[in-house]
């Protein structure tokens, strides 16, 4: 018989995930009259179908139960509009050194390589920034100043690097071709009207939504 003590698994150090309830008494008590089962009915598992007909899909439970209200979409706006400027600054800064500025002084010989190459950059800068910071503490420093962060719908645990990459993806990668502002617009002003998660529609592409922090 080995006398090694038993492994448990580590404890999750992601404080915003929800855990799940936490029965009381022993497993091992006394079983109730009747012969029923001591573990009782088991509860019902968090998430459910999050896009079902439902606020927990086809009448499960409520995947943002026991998480922080909904953000306003308002404040949403202005959190984004705080981080393009941020990062606009960066790529104004990076392009004006490495030349790669969208115009010429004369309207008539517009660069086009250049003008690809500023959107270029501004997308791969958008994404990695979106990226780095949602998946490190769920908040962008536009999110964190106006007291907001990106959840998991399922857990509400801070989204990993590929659902944090997914969701800069669909929203910023626009950048580099065409359109950026009107995609940026419909994308981010989706939370406005959806229902019940108030989620954008790289919030959708990524399971994920944005809750008061």
Same mark, same amino acid.
């Given at each position: 018989?080995?006398?090694?003590?038993?492994?448990?698994? !580590?404890?999750?150090?992601?404080?915003?995930?929800?855990?799940?309830?936490?029965?009381?008494?022993?497993?091992?008590?006394?079983?109730?009259?009747?012969?029923?089962?001591?573990?009782?009915?088991?509860?019902?598992?968090?998430?459910?179908?999050?896009?079902?007909?439902?606020?927990?899909?086809?009448? &499960?439970?409520?995947?943002?139960?026991?998480?922080?209200?909904?953000?306003?979409?308002?404040?949403?706006?202005? =959190?984004?509009?705080?981080?393009?400027?941020?990062?606009? $600054?960066? $790529? #104004?800064?990076?392009?004006?050194?490495?030349?790669?500025?969208?115009?010429?002084?004369?309207?008539?010989?517009?660069?086009?390589?250049?003008?690809?190459?500023?959107?270029?950059?501004?997308? $791969?800068?958008?994404?990695?920034?979106?990226?780095?910071?949602?998946?490190?503490?769920?908040?962008?420093? &536009?999110?964190?100043?106006?007291?907001?962060?990106?959840?998991?719908?399922?857990?509400?645990?801070?989204?990993?690097?590929?659902?944090?990459?997914?969701?800069?993806?669909?929203? #910023?990668? !626009?950048?580099?071709?065409?359109?950026?502002?009107?995609?940026? =617009?419909?994308?981010?002003? #989706?939370?406005?009207?959806?229902?019940?998660?108030?989620?954008?529609?790289?919030?959708?592409? =990524?399971?994920?939504?944005? $809750?008061?922090?």
């Amino acid at each position: 018989m080995s006398t090694e003590p038993p492994q448990y698994p !580590p404890p999750d150090d992601d404080p915003f995930k929800k855990q799940p309830p936490q029965g009381s008494g022993s497993p091992y008590d006394t079983p109730p009259p009747g012969g029923g089962s001591p573990y009782g009915t088991p509860p019902p598992p968090y998430g459910g179908d999050p896009y079902g007909g439902g606020p927990g899909g086809h009448g &499960g439970p409520d995947p943002l139960a026991g998480m922080p209200p909904l953000a306003d979409s308002g404040k949403r706006v202005l =959190a984004r509009i705080i981080d393009m400027i941020l990062v606009g $600054v960066v $790529v #104004w800064l990076l392009t004006w050194l490495f030349g790669t500025s969208e115009y010429d002084i004369d309207p008539d010989k517009v660069n086009t390589g250049r003008s690809f190459g500023q959107s270029l950059l501004a997308a $791969v800068l958008y994404i990695a920034y979106d990226t780095f910071m949602i998946s490190k503490t769920g908040q962008t420093l &536009g999110k964190k100043w106006l007291g907001m962060r990106v959840a998991n719908l399922n857990d509400g645990a801070t989204p990993a690097v590929s659902t944090a990459l997914a969701r800069a993806a669909v929203l #910023w990668l !626009p950048f580099a071709f065409c359109c950026a502002c009107i995609w940026t =617009a419909i994308c981010g002003g #989706w939370s406005f009207f959806d229902k019940p998660y108030k989620q954008g529609l790289h919030d959708k592409a =990524a399971k994920t939504v944005v $809750v008061s922090a």
